[in-house]
């Protein structure tokens, strides 16, 4: 069992150590003088679309790219207090000072679904409430997720979902979105090793288009299109590219990206609280061995998007498949994949390599 400690930031924002370390963290309290969060964002409805797009102009003041000696995310060591009081931690979990989301939503929308619907004006917003979070994965500024060790990353694990499960209790919290964005190139502002958590006061436009295509088939089938679809990747597919007892990791039949894996547990949970012990524990090894092959198909280490695809808090859970999705951007040796005008601007991707190969390349990195 992961130990959690609460502790108050000095403009009232939480922060959660999970691990051993500090042993107590009452003994570092935050002496910064800061002042309150002054963020505020709305969510405003795309009539064309269906989906919601969030305006939050204040994150035009957030930190990019500071020294190696001013990280926000270093323990709070020799007279420098960072975001974490404490000088050493395992892992740890704190309210974003910059939020994209935030507050409770203040409108009288029916949760789950929360879109203003047919006969709504054109023109519709809402506060857009929710919740973000940072996770860091370690307090060692160089390392990255793919060089922890498995009793390292089971913490972050046990983080994860003990967030998931917390944030998803908050009022108009509609899902609730762990995911890592990684290298420079990605477009992450901090090198420290971490990950955030997006607690959406609406379903997200992805998990909706998957839980309508779950309905539809389920109505036409009687069965579960996730299931389906693992299965259709157990049953011998020249896609997969790990196999455990509880996982399997392979590129997706219609991959978008060049190097792209899916990672699901064999058997169907709807999210991060719902899976056991066991899964978990064998979770944290095929996911380093797969961060560790992505690192390795390219002379330096891959930027990469790894994002937690969890059921909503109150739609679909008995149709959806808790599962990760991990790619990377780039495509070659100093190439990246842009998403340029197809792609951006039309939702349409094509992918130049083949999944079969990209999972037999993943394969032999072994
Ligand atoms: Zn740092």
Redesign the pocket.
């Known amino acids: 069992m992961v130990r959690r400690r609460a502790v108050t930031l000095a403009d009232g924002r939480a922060l959660f150590y999970f691990g051993d370390l500090p042993e107590r963290p009452s003994d570092y309290p935050d002496r910064r003088p800061l002042p309150a969060v002054d963020a505020w964002s709305e969510a405003r409805w795309d009539r064309l679309r269906g989906e919601w797009v969030v305006i939050a102009s204040h994150r035009q003041q957030r930190t990019f790219q500071p020294s190696?000696d001013q990280?926000?995310?270093?323990p709070s060591r020799d007279g420098r207090n960072?975001e974490i009081p404490a000088p050493e931690y395992d892992v740890v979990v704190f309210e974003n000072r910059f939020p994209t989301l935030r507050g409770q939503d203040a409108s009288d929308l029916p949760a789950g679904d929360r879109s203003p619907g047919p006969q709504g004006p054109v023109l519709f917003s809402r506060p857009a409430g929710g919740r973000c979070e940072v996770v860091c994965f370690s307090q060692r500024?160089h390392a990255s997720f793919a060089e922890l060790n498995p009793a390292q990353a089971a913490i972050v694990m046990a983080a994860w979902a003990d967030r998931s499960a917390e944030l998803a209790r908050l009022p108009g919290v509609e899902q609730v979105y762990c995911f890592e964005n990684r290298g420079a190139d990605i477009g992450v502002t901090?090198?420290?090793p971490h990950g955030q958590i997006y607690a959406y006061p609406y379903v997200a436009p992805v998990t909706d288009r998957m839980l309508r295509s779950c309905v539809s088939y389920r109505r036409a089938t009687g069965r579960n299109l996730f299931d389906d679809l693992v299965q259709a990747e157990l049953a011998g597919s020249t896609r997969f590219v790990l196999r455990g007892t509880h996982w399997i990791a392979f590129v997706p039949f219609a991959a978008r990206w060049p190097y792209e894996v899916h990672l699901y547990p064999v058997q169907r949970v709807p999210d991060l609280p719902a899976l056991g012990a066991p899964a978990r524990a064998e979770f944290c090894e095929l996911y380093l061995d797969l961060l560790r092959r992505f690192d390795r198909l390219f002379d330096r280490p891959a930027p990469y998007v790894s994002a937690w695809h969890q059921a909503p808090v109150r739609r679909g859970r008995a149709d959806f498949a808790l599962h990760l999705e991990l790619f990377t951007i780039r495509r070659a040796s100093g190439k990246l994949k842009y998403l340029a005008g197809s792609e951006s601007g039309m939702g349409a991707f094509a992918n130049d390599i083949s999944p079969e190969a990209a999972a037999e390349q993943l394969r032999r990195l072994g």
């Open positions: 190696d990280c926000p995310l270093c960072t500024h901090l090198p420290h």
